[in-house]
């Protein structure tokens, strides 16, 4: 936990987006809390680290790709309470320039969904609007309801 504010946890996490406009999503590994969700790549901001850096570091260590800093750019982020009264705080950004091709490094399964796929994947509760947010802005569709 990096936040000066103990009832927060940051999380920083990434959408990459391939050049069909396909977003890749790590489905969490067995042992790990919320086994089986899908979620986007990323983890918990260590102290001292930067979001930024905290993500270019996740998906080095769990895809074995190299985004540049400066190709990661905010999208959306969420704030929800967690089951143990904390709140997790999850800056979301999007990266469509990387080296390396994502290998997945920790046991974990990946997927590249449509944006308007994302639906049909059960995640952790803070990513679903983002999901939702990703479909609207990324397909050029908005549902107005
Ligand atoms: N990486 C990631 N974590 C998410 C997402 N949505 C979401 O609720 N989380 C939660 C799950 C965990 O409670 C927390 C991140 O934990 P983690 O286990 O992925 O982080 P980490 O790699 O730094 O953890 P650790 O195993 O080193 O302790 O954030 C998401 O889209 N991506």
Do not use: H
Not at 85 to 95: A, E, H, T, W
Not at 123 to 132: H, K, Q, S, T
């Amino acid at each position: 936990m990096t936040s000066s504010n103990g009832s927060l946890l940051l999380v920083a996490a990434c959408a990459l987006l391939d050049a069909d406009g396909r977003v890749l999503l790590s489905r969490r590994p067995q042992g790990k809390p919320q086994a089986g969700l899908w979620e986007f790549p990323g983890g918990k901001v260590e102290p001292a680290e930067t979001p930024e850096q905290a993500v270019v570091r996740e998906l080095r260590e769990e895809l074995g790709v190299e985004p540049c800093e400066r190709c990661l750019q905010p999208f959306a982020f969420a704030s929800q309470p967690m089951s143990d009264g904390r709140q997790i705080l999850m800056p979301l950004y999007v990266c469509r320039r990387w080296d390396g091709f994502p290998d997945p490094k920790e046991g974990q399964k990946i997927a590249w969904a449509r944006p308007t796929e994302l639906d049909r994947f059960d995640m952790p509760a803070p990513d679903v609007p983002l999901a939702a947010e990703l479909r609207d802005r990324l397909s050029g569709a908005r549902v107005l309801d």
